[in-house]
């Protein structure tokens, strides 16, 4: 019996929350038409914010540059429409706090006229670094939320050597299914988008995690994959948190990824499923990320399902579509269990936004939390094989450090611990605001250290320059003294020649 099968059987985290991803994975996938107005924010990633390269009253085409990378670990802006540049300034960020950040406003012009692309005839005669260039170049980031720029991983898993990509199509938080929709409708990308990512890292195999929730999805990408022996499809347990990097690497290869540790270190990489979509887009169409499905559910939701947008679609205009059955009590871009409350739906849509919740009175609701009766249930949810118990008890008396030494920095936030607490204590948000505080308190830490080292730095000039003023005036003081005694001996010598 294989690693696999026995995980089959005995899981031993994780949480089974109700899916609720139909009827909305099952209705066709709908176009969503270009809006009048886009609002391309120039933060869609990790890293370095992208830098403006147009001008107010700039005409631009769908597709077209807008914003260029900034720094090694950045992305660059491409519109999503074609029309006219109207604004450079700020809209609401897809954040609990609400807080500005700088976008690009396009006025559409209805046309969706796109640039003169530059597809890649042969791809896999091309060299590697060519597939990554170009994929740098169409800005394509993580688009299973972490967002984080294509290219450095693939550079990063060819330094290393990786032999074995991972594609996860794993989806499992709850009401989502962008990506189950992506392997339904476009196999055939996916599975091309994950071979050209194998040949720009240089891997051998590609492992296609997929939760066995979703029968199409693998009965379709089974199909695209018959031809290539080399990429497997690879049927998982519906388990929260099953799409995890981490969980999902132990769970197709064994390989544990030690916690100071990146997957890419122990020969695995890992990528979404719509992330190898866009890296297919992106090198055979030669399109650059500027669209993307995205979930539309809730119970406030009247027709929920999936819609094909441009990014920098406003949340309200994709509400607008899809037809609200009642005002909204929560909206969270993301999943309910690891995604990102939002104040409002002024918001645009961003790279990394694979669905938007908008919650009714009953989904919102949220119990109020009783002390803890130590039933241990979160520790055997954990996937990180924490003790959460411990953790919040130490964070609960301000013992941070305490709650650091259970290994707080491990955790990954999944909220599998708060899902299954008979008390209803919001453990994630303990450990968020600890977390938190901790990175702070390193950054004080960090400034004060620099503070002292320019101070003693200081003062250690200071002192070599009092040193070396010192030294100087004792040497022109021994220089005047010799000088004098210089002058003076002449005379003293014609004074004793006179006498005699």
Same mark, same amino acid.
């Given at each position: 019996?294989?690693?696999?099968?026995?995980?089959?059987?005995?899981?031993?985290?994780?949480?089974?929350?109700?899916?609720?991803?139909?009827?909305?994975? !099952?209705?066709?996938?709908?176009?969503?038409?270009?809006?009048?107005?886009?609002?391309?924010?120039?933060?869609?990633?990790?890293?370095?914010?992208?830098? +403006?390269?147009?001008?107010?009253?700039?005409?631009?085409?769908?597709?077209?540059?807008?914003?260029?990378?900034?720094?090694?670990?950045?992305? /660059?802006?491409?519109?999503?429409?074609?029309?006219?540049?109207?604004?450079?300034?700020?809209?609401? *960020?897809?954040?609990?706090?609400?807080? /500005?950040?700088?976008?690009?406003?396009? !006025?559409?012009?209805?046309? !969706?006229?796109?640039?003169?692309? !530059?597809?890649?005839?042969?791809?896999?005669?091309?060299?590697?670094?060519?597939?990554?260039?170009?994929?740098?170049?169409?800005?394509?980031?993580?688009?299973?939320?972490?967002?984080?720029?294509?290219? +450095?991983?693939?550079?990063?898993?060819?330094?290393?050597?990786?032999?074995?990509?991972?594609?996860?199509?794993?989806?499992?938080?709850?009401?989502?299914s962008s990506d189950d929709r992506v392997m339904r409708d476009f196999p055939e990308m996916v599975i091309d988008g994950a071979r050209l990512v194998m040949h720009a890292i240089g891997a051998t195999e590609a492992l296609v995690g997929i939760e066995d929730n979703k029968p199409e999805a693998i009965a379709a990408m089974r199909k695209a994959a018959a031809a290539f022996p080399e990429v497997k499809i690879r049927p998982l347990p519906a388990l929260y948190p099953m799409g995890s990097d981490r969980q999902l690497i132990k769970v197709l290869t064994g390989i544990e990824v030690p916690s100071d540790a990146r997957a890419a270190e122990t020969g695995v990489l890992v990528h979404n499923v719509s992330t190898c979509a866009?890296?297919?887009? *992106?090198?055979?169409?030669?399109?650059?990320?500027?669209?993307?499905?995205?979930?539309?559910?809730?119970?406030?939701?009247?027709?929920?399902?999936?819609?094909?947008?441009?990014?920098?679609?406003?949340?309200?205009?994709?509400?607008?579509?899809?037809?609200?059955?009642?005002?909204?009590?929560?909206?969270?871009?993301?999943? /309910?269990?690891?995604?990102?409350?939002?104040?409002?739906?002024?918001?645009?849509?961003?790279?990394?936004?694979?669905?938007?919740?908008?919650?009714?009175?009953?989904?919102?609701h949220v119990p109020d939390a009783g002390p803890c009766i130590r039933c241990g249930s979160c520790t055997k949810a954990c996937p990180m094989g924490l003790l959460p118990l411990e953790m919040a008890a130490r964070i609960k008396v301000g013992d941070l450090e305490g709650a650091e030494a259970y290994a707080l920095q491990d955790c990954i936030s999944c909220g599998c611990c708060a899902y299954v607490c008979p008390s209803h204590i919001p453990l994630v948000q303990y450990f968020s605001h600890a977390k938190g505080e901790l990175t702070a308190a390193e950054r004080t830490k960090l400034r004060t250290d620099a503070t002292k080292r320019l101070a003693e730095a200081k003062a250690a000039r200071i002192e070599r320059e009092n040193r070396e003023k010192a030294e100087a005036a004792a040497r022109r003081k021994a220089e005047r003294e010799a000088a004098k005694a210089a002058a003076a001996t002449p005379a003293t010598t014609e004074k004793q020649g006179v006498s005699a």
């Amino acid at each position: 019996m294989g690693f696999l099968d026995r995980f089959l059987k005995t899981p031993s985290w994780g949480v089974h929350p109700e899916d609720h991803k139909r009827p909305a994975a !099952d209705v066709a996938l709908r176009i969503f038409p270009t809006p009048e107005r886009i609002f391309m924010p120039l933060n869609q990633h990790v890293g370095g914010m992208a830098r +403006p390269i147009v001008m107010v009253g700039q005409k631009v085409l769908k597709g077209q540059l807008i914003a260029e990378a900034q720094g090694n670990i950045s992305a /660059p802006i491409h519109a999503s429409a074609s029309g006219t540049i109207s604004a450079i300034g700020e809209v609401t *960020a897809p954040h609990p706090s609400g807080l /500005p950040f700088k976008a690009i406003t396009i !006025d559409s012009d209805g046309a !969706d006229r796109w640039i003169d692309t !530059d597809p890649l005839v042969d791809p896999f005669s091309a060299a590697p670094e060519e597939i990554t260039k170009r994929t740098a170049a169409a800005g394509v980031v993580g688009l299973g939320g972490a967002t984080f720029p294509a290219a +450095p991983k693939f550079a990063l898993g060819k330094r290393l050597k990786v032999k074995t990509l991972i594609v996860n199509g794993g989806e499992c938080e709850p009401y989502l299914s962008s990506d189950d929709r992506v392997m339904r409708d476009f196999p055939e990308m996916v599975i091309d988008g994950a071979r050209l990512v194998m040949h720009a890292i240089g891997a051998t195999e590609a492992l296609v995690g997929i939760e066995d929730n979703k029968p199409e999805a693998i009965a379709a990408m089974r199909k695209a994959a018959a031809a290539f022996p080399e990429v497997k499809i690879r049927p998982l347990p519906a388990l929260y948190p099953m799409g995890s990097d981490r969980q999902l690497i132990k769970v197709l290869t064994g390989i544990e990824v030690p916690s100071d540790a990146r997957a890419a270190e122990t020969g695995v990489l890992v990528h979404n499923v719509s992330t190898c979509a866009a890296v297919h887009k *992106a090198i055979r169409l030669g399109q650059p990320l500027v669209e993307r499905i995205i979930t539309i559910n809730g119970g406030a939701i009247a027709n929920p399902g999936n819609l094909f947008a441009p990014l920098g679609t406003m949340i309200g205009d994709l509400f607008a579509f899809v037809g609200l059955k009642e005002a909204p009590s929560r909206l969270i871009l993301g999943g /309910p269990m690891m995604g990102t409350p939002l104040l409002h739906d002024r918001i645009p849509i961003v790279k990394g936004a694979s669905g938007i919740l908008a919650f009714n009175a009953v989904e919102a609701h949220v119990p109020d939390a009783g002390p803890c009766i130590r039933c241990g249930s979160c520790t055997k949810a954990c996937p990180m094989g924490l003790l959460p118990l411990e953790m919040a008890a130490r964070i609960k008396v301000g013992d941070l450090e305490g709650a650091e030494a259970y290994a707080l920095q491990d955790c990954i936030s999944c909220g599998c611990c708060a899902y299954v607490c008979p008390s209803h204590i919001p453990l994630v948000q303990y450990f968020s605001h600890a977390k938190g505080e901790l990175t702070a308190a390193e950054r004080t830490k960090l400034r004060t250290d620099a503070t002292k080292r320019l101070a003693e730095a200081k003062a250690a000039r200071i002192e070599r320059e009092n040193r070396e003023k010192a030294e100087a005036a004792a040497r022109r003081k021994a220089e005047r003294e010799a000088a004098k005694a210089a002058a003076a001996t002449p005379a003293t010598t014609e004074k004793q020649g006179v006498s005699a």
